[in-house]
């Protein structure tokens, strides 16, 4: 069954959208702004998430670890679980500078996660927000929802995502977004470190930007996202612009290698492009 793509990818579609109707120069410089866009969304938000859950093992699995080793494992964040109250939080802070991850990116602000009851229990949803939050100096703003749907037939766990927000890149160019998706743990479940694992993303989502160009996508082939590498290393997109100003394309991110290329067709021509 053939599956619409999240939001995220939209991005990267919206951004490269000029592959055919602009000047080689003009090309070339989309294809630098969908690279920067593509990293902050596509990578970003699933970090968001799962810097969220590490925090709360750490702070769980792990309650006598000091503030300074918390602050290691958090790429220089510093970590504050609180479960005084029914709606307990979790708060990442990476401070007023930007700050260097292992993943080669800079952040800086806030990423706020609240939940009720147990955190990793069926049927439990965490909200996460971002307060003054942003990644290579583009802002990302809006809610994320991510809900414990339990395991697929597979033994995986799953999760329903719903995302709203926008973001901001360096050159002022703003997306607003909306998206439903799932979210399938095929690696790395068994462990507490989150860069051992990977996901694999399907849903829908629609994407606008400033300059009223919008798109939606359909899944080709799922979507590999492994939290040790900067992009998407697997899976195909169809994109669907929503009007007649540009062509509809393909994007193929691979077979699974951690590289930062990906290739673009649009009638019939394919172009290899980089991510990074």
Same mark, same amino acid.
């Given at each position: 069954?053939?599956? !619409?793509?999240?939001?995220?990818?939209?991005?990267?579609? !919206?951004?490269?959208?000029?592959?055919?109707?602009?000047?080689?120069?003009?090309?070339?410089?989309?294809?630098?702004?969908?690279?920067?866009?593509?990293?902050?969304?596509?990578?970003?938000?699933? $970090?968001?998430?799962?810097?969220?859950?590490?925090?709360?093992?750490?702070?769980?699995?792990?309650?006598?670890?000091?503030?300074?080793?918390?602050?290691? &494992?958090?790429?220089?964040?510093?970590?504050?679980?609180? %479960?005084?109250?029914?709606?307990?939080?979790?708060?990442?802070? *990476?401070?007023?500078?930007?700050? !260097?991850?292992?993943?080669?990116?800079?952040?800086?602000?806030?990423?706020?996660?609240?939940? /009720?009851? &147990?955190?990793?229990?069926?049927?439990?949803?965490?909200?996460?927000? *971002?307060?003054?939050?942003?990644?290579?100096?583009?802002?990302?703003?809006?809610?994320?929802?991510?809900?414990?749907?339990?395991?697929? $037939?597979?033994?995986?766990?799953?999760? %329903?995502?719903?995302?709203?927000?926008?973001?901001? !890149?360096?050159?002022?160019?703003?997306?607003?977004?909306?998206? $439903?998706?799932? &979210?399938?743990?095929?690696?790395? /479940?068994? %462990?507490?470190?989150?860069?051992?694992?990977?996901?694999?993303?399907?849903?829908?989502?629609?994407?606008?930007?400033?300059?009223?160009?919008? *798109?939606?996508?359909?899944? $080709?082939?799922?979507?590999?996202?492994?939290?040790?590498?900067?992009?998407?290393?697997?899976?195909?997109?169809?994109?669907?612009?929503?009007?007649?100003? *540009?062509? /509809?394309?393909?994007?193929?991110?691979?077979?699974?290698?951690?590289?930062?290329?990906?290739?673009?067709?649009?009638?019939?021509?394919?172009?290899?492009?980089?991510?990074?």
């Amino acid at each position: 069954m053939k599956k !619409l793509v999240l939001f995220n990818l939209l991005f990267v579609a !919206l951004i490269g959208s000029t592959f055919t109707s602009c000047s080689k120069d003009e090309t070339k410089n989309e294809d630098q702004v969908m690279e920067q866009t593509n990293a902050v969304i596509e990578h970003e938000l699933d $970090q968001a998430t799962n810097f969220s859950d590490e925090a709360y093992n750490t702070g769980t699995i792990a309650s006598d670890l000091t503030s300074d080793e918390m602050e290691i &494992r958090h790429n220089c964040a510093i970590v504050t679980l609180d %479960t005084s109250n029914s709606m307990k939080t979790i708060t990442i802070d *990476f401070g007023n500078s930007n700050c !260097l991850g292992r993943d080669g990116r800079y952040r800086r602000g806030k990423i706020i996660t609240t939940f /009720e009851g &147990r955190y990793r229990a069926i049927n439990s949803t965490h909200t996460i927000t *971002f307060v003054d939050y942003f990644v290579n100096d583009n802002h990302l703003e809006g809610t994320r929802n991510v809900t414990n749907t339990g395991a697929d $037939q597979n033994g995986k766990t799953t999760f %329903t995502v719903t995302d709203e927000g926008k973001v901001t !890149l360096t050159d002022g160019l703003i997306f607003t977004y909306i998206s $439903q998706r799932i &979210r399938t743990w095929t690696e790395g /479940e068994s %462990t507490f470190n989150i860069w051992d694992d990977v996901y694999s993303i399907s849903g829908s989502g629609s994407v606008a930007n400033s300059k009223g160009n919008g *798109f939606t996508a359909t899944i $080709q082939e799922p979507l590999t996202v492994a939290l040790n590498c900067s992009n998407i290393t697997k899976g195909i997109i169809r994109i669907m612009p929503l009007n007649n100003e *540009f062509k /509809e394309r393909m994007i193929n991110y691979g077979d699974g290698n951690c590289d930062d290329l990906a290739s673009v067709t649009v009638n019939g021509v394919t172009k290899i492009i980089k991510l990074r």
